[in-house]
């Protein structure tokens, strides 16, 4: 199946927009073009519970398959779901527990990198 190209940007709004669905909460796109050679961007968001991260990997999963024939390359923290990571290239996408999030603060590790909140468009 052939899909064209997503831009990292693209990419990053998608997979915010998806998190959004399930109900992420606090999500963040850093962008690290420039500071890190392996990826270009983390989106970054919060589920509740384990239970709702494992749906925010789900629903975004789901979606990036199902509509755009895209899939990970890799995916770890799913067992747990206390911090999982969708690594799609361009882009990788870290899930966290509240706890979680706060212990490994990724947005002050790389606090100095354009970043953006995602906010729901309201309905």
Known sequence: MSTPQLTPDVLADLIAEQASDKKAADIVVLDLRGALGYTDM??????????????I???IHRALKDEHGILPRRVEGLTESRWVLMDYLDVVVHVF??????????????????????EAAEV
């Open 97 to 118: 527990t509240p706890e979680t999030r706060e212990y490994y603060r990724l947005e002050q590790l790389w606090g100095d990198v354009p970043s953006r909140s995602y």
């Open 42 to 55: 983390f989106v970054i968001a919060t589920g509740n519970t384990d239970r709702q991260v494992k749906a």
């Open 57 to 59: 990997h789900d629903g």
